[in-house]
C-alpha cells in the first residue's frame, strides 16, 4: 500500500492506486483479480504450514528453533495478507477509502509491521543457519526454543517502535472529489518524505540484506573449506538442505521486495510520477505480495521433512471422515494408510531436517 502526503507522493506499502501526473487513476480489473489470485493463494499455502506445524506439537513433538521462526513467518505472512481485501477495495474505488480513521491507522500500522517483521525473522532464521552451520557444537546452547522465542519477542518490539512514526501520522487525506484516502500525513511533506524513505530503506531493506548476505557468506565459506568429521555427515547432509531453504527463502524476499525499494527512492527525485512509473509501482507492490504467498510453498517443495508431516496429518484428518462415514452408512471403508501402531511412536525431531546435535 502507499502512504499520501498533500502532493500526493507515494511512501510506503499502504495504497497502491497512486495517481499519474495528470491525476487519472490507472487502477483496473486486472490488479485486483492478481491481487485477489496472490490473497487467496497466500492463505491457503501459509495456513497449511500453520496446521501442520500445530498438528505437530499437538502430537507431542517438540518444536524446534526452524519450527519457531516458520511458524511466526507464517503468521506475519498472514497478517500481511489480511490488508489484501482492503487494498483490493481501494484499487476498485480509485484510492478512496470508506472504513474510518481508526481502521485506517491499525490497517496501515498492521501492512508495516508485518513487512518489517518478515525482514527481521529471515535475519534471525539466517543467523540461525550461521551458528548452525559455521558453530555448530560452539554455540549448540544458543540454538535452542526458548532463545528463539525470546528473539521472536524482541523481533516484534523492535518493528513496533520503527513503526512509531506510521502510528503518528497515519489518518484520512481529503481528495478532490469529496472522498478520503487513507494516508500518511507527515508534517513537513518535502523533508519528512525524504528522510522517511530512507529511514525505511535502511532499517526494513538494507540493514537486514547486509547482514543476510554476510552470513550467508562465511556459509557457504565454511561448506567449500570444511573437511572435519565432526559433526557427523548425516547431520552435515541435513543441514545443507535447511540452509538451501533459507537460501531460497531469503533471494525470494529480496527479489520480491528490492524493486519496491528502488522506485521508493527513485520516487524521491520525481516531482510528478508518469503513468509508466505509477505502473511499475504497481508491479513492484505485487512482487511485495506475492512474497507472502511464495514462502510456504518454499517449504512444501524444498522439505520432505514436512511434506511428510503435513500428509501425516492430512491422512489423520481422512481417517476422521471416513470412520464417520462408515459409522453412518453401517458400512466400511476400505483404505490403504499407515496403521495407528506406526504413528505412536516416537515423531521425527524436527519438521525440518537440522545438523545440530539433539538440544
Known sequence: MDFYNDTHVSLGHNNSSARAADGAPHSSAILPVIFGIICFLGIIGNSIVLYTIMKKTKCHAKQTVPDIFILNLSIVDLLFLLGMP????????????????TMCTVITALDSNSQIVSTYILTAMTLDRYLATVHPIRFNYVRTPCVAAVVIVMVWGLSFLT?????????????PDGLVACALLLPDPVNNTYWFTLYQFFLAFAMPFVIICLAFFKILQNMSTSVAPLPPRSLRVRTRKVTRMAVVICLAFFICWAPYYILQLIHLGVQKPSLAFSYAYNIAISMGYANSCINPFIFIILSDTFKRQFLR???QINRKIHVNTSTTDGGSVSMRMVPDGGQQGPAPREMIPSNVAPQ
Open 163 to 175: 513503526i512509531i512514526p506510521v502510528w503518528m501520522y497515519a489518518g484520512l487525506m481529503p481528495l
Open 313 to 315: 496429518a492430512v491422512h
Open 86 to 101: 482492503f487494498l483490493i477495495h481501494q484499487l476498485l474505488g480509485n484510492g478512496s477509502w470508506h472504513f474510518g480513521a
